[in-house]
């Protein structure tokens, strides 16, 4: 009988100001090479308020794409009501990673993500400056 398992990891990638999207998909993958999982789903979820994860097929017409539609949805230099009580410049970024969302999970069957051909996992940082983001890794299943 197999062994319900629990694993994680944290995985950090260096960022620019945003809208800056960057592909991880490689590094989960190779999370689930190290052969602890065959069969279960994977969480992937960003530690902080202005950055989200989600999926694109990551090419660079998409990619340019996704920057526009998340600038036109919550364009920076607007009056936000964050930037009034903090005078931070980055209620546009909170915005934006609020309606993108902070997490996604994933099947994972024979020990490789359920994705599409054309699918691919990416970061974003919507902060009006570059950061450090950390990325939390919840791999469960047998």
Known sequence: MDTFKLVTHTLSCDMKT???????????DSL???????TGVMNIFIVGSTGSITTI???????????????????????????LAWHDGNGHSHVQAALLGPSLSIPVRRSQLTLGTWQQVVVINHDNGPRTRKIEVTITGF
């Open 18 to 28: 945003g809208p800056d999207i960057r592909d991880i998909t490689k590094e989960l």
């Open 32 to 38: 689930l090479n190290r052969g602890e999982i065959s």
């Open 57 to 83: 097929e990551y090419e660079p017409g998409v990619v340019e794409d996704l920057k526009r539609a998340i600038e036109k949805l919550a364009p920076p230099g607007r009056e936000y009501a964050h930037e």
